[in-house]
């Protein structure tokens, strides 16, 4: 079976650094479009970062408020994925989840209806 594992999630302090893990089980990241998305209570599931497929570009994008503090990023051996956060912010406290697209072969996108793969969500809260 194929599983995404998260880990990483914490309290931390305004202005201080996160690194999300998406570990993949049972099959290689290489050939998936990777994305983290967030969500808080009483919100809808709002999409943060993507890592294309490395069949194509392995090209990265960002929602723009996370641009600049966030990194998304695969490890060389295509197993997982990670996000660093910088500069954290209390808007950013909430439940981060990594999905996956499988055998993409176009762009990763920040639509949720792409991904059919999900992790079990990690949380992150920020203080002010």
């Known amino acids: 079976q194929l599983h995404l594992v998260q880990s990483g999630g914490n309290l931390v302090q305004a202005g201080e650094s996160l690194r999300l893990s998406c570990a993949a089980s049972?099959?290689?990241?290489?050939?998936?479009?990777i994305a983290w998305f967030r969500q808080t209570p009483g919100k809808e599931r709002e999409w943060v970062a993507c890592?294309?497929?490395?069949?194509?570009?392995?090209?990265?994008q960002y929602e723009e408020g996370v641009s600049g503090r966030f990194t998304i990023s695969r490890d060389s051996e295509a197993t997982t994925v990670y996000l660093q956060m910088t500069n954290l912010e209390p808007g950013d406290t909430g439940t981060y989840y990594c999905?996956?697209?499988?055998?993409?072969?176009?762009?990763?996108?920040?639509?949720?209806?792409?991904?059919?793969?999900w992790g079990q969500g990690t949380q992150v809260t920020v203080s002010a």
């Open positions: 890592i294309s497929s490395l069949n194509i570009n392995g090209r990265t």
């Open positions: 049972g099959f290689y990241l290489a050939t998936y479009n």
């Open positions: 999905a996956a697209e499988a055998a993409a072969w176009y762009d990763c996108s920040g639509h949720e209806s792409s991904y059919s793969l």
